[in-house]
């Protein structure tokens, strides 16, 4: 009976050994389907945070061509502003006895409009443009007013004498 009895205790000992196995087993293919499940939801994460860094580094690109934007603007701004102060106390003025209308300083005490004039179209549309006094040429006779921005915009100056000198004269002193 001692023989049948370690038998027994054999037999169950192995059936023990089989069931932690199979238990092992199960455990095992548990960890391995966590495993799978978990790599799959890491992969899923790594995207996402490439994802959102494409979309910072596009992000970035913009906000770094708004800055400088932002800076060309501010500085062009400054300019304007600088001009508008420069030109504050000018108005539209007839000059050369009324032949041609700019924007120049108010007159002074001898009733002459300085140098420089603005041409008024570009300062009706918002630019500032130094009007350039020519003389005439053999092909080309007379004296003129050339705006540096638009060569439409040029004011020819009627037949006579037109110095840089003696154009400022206003229409009231004429």
């Known amino acids: 009976m001692l023989n049948e009895i370690q038998l027994a205790i054999a037999s169950i000992t192995g059936a023990k ?8 087993e199960r455990d095992t293919l548990k960890l391995t389907e966590l495993a799978t499940t978990l ?3 890491l992969i899923d994460a790594q995207a996402s945070v490439l994802a959102i860094q494409r979309d910072q580094a596009l992000l970035n690109d913009e906000l770094a061509r708004l800055k400088k934007e932002n800076a060309e603007l501010t500085d062009r701004l400054k300019r304007v502003e600088r001009t508008g102060q420069q030109y504050a106390d000018y108005e539209l003025t007839s000059i050369a006895s009324g032949h041609c209308v700019v924007y120049a300083a108010k007159p002074d005490e001898t009733g002459m409009c300085k140098p420089p004039y603005l041409c008024a179209t570009c300062l009706q549309n918002g630019k500032h443009s130094a009007l ?3 003389m005439g040429t053999q092909k080309d006779p007379g004296r003129r007013f050339v705006c540096p921005v638009s060569a439409a915009h040029t004011l020819k100056l009627p037949r006579g004498g037109w110095t840089l000198q003696n154009v400022g004269q206003t229409l009231k002193d004429g």
Request: aromatic residues 8%.
């Open 39 to 41: 790599n799959a939801r």
């Open 17 to 24: 050994s089989i069931a932690e196995g199979l238990v092992a």
């Open 132 to 134: 350039n006094f020519e």
